[in-house]
């Protein structure tokens, strides 16, 4: 299971850090990261860890967020900088054991996932 949290209302140019806790694997060897999802838009892709090895982001938030894991917490986290009224969506954690490195963009690819958490960015 994957446990999400931290998201909230934060002002643009805020701040904020999403965490995701996982309980009956061990995330170290796994795929994980987040996705967000819009009104009316498709799961888009945020930023993954690929197996632990490294990270990949979405064009629109390089430089601005960062994906990191606590292996002993089997926590991974997301921390939002310089957040968008863009931004504003549903984050959800995901993970899986086995996919491809090309298959690491498409949320139906993805064989756990956490419950979301809304992120909304306005002033």
């Known amino acids: 299971q994957l446990q999400a949290s931290g998201g909230g209302l934060v002002q643009p140019g805020g701040s904020l850090k999403l965490s995701c806790a996982a309980s009956?694997?061990?995330?170290?060897?796994?795929?994980m990261g987040w996705f967000h999802q819009a009104p009316g838009k498709e799961r888009e892709f945020v930023g993954i860890?690929?197996?632990?090895?490294?990270?990949y982001y979405a064009d629109s938030v390089k430089g601005r967020f960062t994906l990191s894991r606590d292996n002993a917490k089997n926590t991974v986290y997301l921390q939002m900088n310089n957040l968008k009224p863009e931004d504003t969506a549903v984050y959800y954690c995901?993970?899986?054991?086995?996919?491809?490195?090309?298959?690491?963009?498409?949320?139906?690819?993805?064989?756990?996932w956490g419950q979301g958490t809304q992120v909304t960015v306005s002033s």
């Open positions: 995901a993970a899986d054991s086995r996919l491809i490195l090309s298959s690491i963009y498409y949320a139906d690819r993805y064989d756990h």
């Open positions: 009956g694997f061990t995330v170290s060897s796994y795929t």
């Open positions: 860890s690929f197996r632990g090895v490294r990270v």
